[in-house]
């Protein structure tokens, strides 16, 4: 199964916070797990400005080698059919992160289960997101 993760959950894998659940699914082979090229973005942006700490040493140009060699992840790259995904999904209350809604946008558009320890993803659900917790 495809399974797309969003930045909080790829910035807890690099600091191993992350439940039974979300990792037995990503331990299954059989499983293929994606990053968002948006996440990328995100995290290079909080490690250079000091806004997160990983496990060990990551140099944002080695994020690449990180994701795909030593977790065995993919990118999935942003692209148009995301995009429109994104013009056409309602805002929900509480929640106007434009860098979370293109992720919900790819997951739905790819129609791939969301892994997140975002509380305000549920209330996605209703536009047919399926999403898994990180608890």
Known sequence: MRYLIDTNVFVRMTTDIISNEVREIIDDCE????????????????????KISPKKEIRTQDVFDLIENTFGFNVKYVAKEHLRTLAKLALVEG????????????????KMPLISSDTIFPKYRKHGLELIINR
């Open 31 to 50: 499983n293929i797990i994606y990053v968002s090229s948006e996440s990328v973005k995100e995290f290079i942006h909080l490690v250079q400005n000091n």
């Open 95 to 110: 929640h106007n992160d434009p860098s979370d809604r293109l992720i919900i946008s790819q997951a739905l558009t790819e």
